[in-house]
Nanobody, 124 residues
């Protein structure tokens, strides 16, 4: 059983930045690929970014490419999401997730473990 705890959300103006963190416990972190998803009010949860076990493979949703960067520190059991040039449409609850596979994945069904989420609000 893997427990995931997100942090770093908050309120920021458009054009600003935030760095989300997700700390994992209860499993061997380096055996999981990790992902970030988000869910805005009234919308489906959607893929944002993912990173493979070793950090060598990454994937991004088209809407965040060039603005967001995912990374991981296996020694600290933590995955990060650096979010730059934030837009009001980035407003959502952001969830961290873990998948028992090697490569990065954008499929929500690949992820067995989920955090509780952290709110990101971008004002215009």
């Amino acid at each position: 059983q893997v427990m995931l705890v997100e942090s770093g959300g908050g309120l920021v103006q458009a054009g600003g930045f935030l760095r989300l963190s997700c700390a994992a416990a209860g499993g061997i972190f380096s055996t999981y690929s990790m992902g970030w998803f988000r869910q805005a009010p009234g919308k489906e949860r959607e893929f944002v970014s993912s990173i493979g076990r070793g950090g060598g493979s990454t994937a991004y949703a088209d809407s965040v490419k060039g603005r967001f960067t995912i990374s991981r520190d296996n020694a600290k059991n933590t995955v990060y999401l650096q979010m730059n040039s934030l837009l009001p449409e980035d407003t959502a609850v952001y969830y961290c997730a873990a998948a028992n596979q090697y490569y990065a994945s954008g499929r929500r069904t690949d992820y067995a473990y989920w955090g509780q989420g952290t709110q990101v609000t971008v004002s215009s």
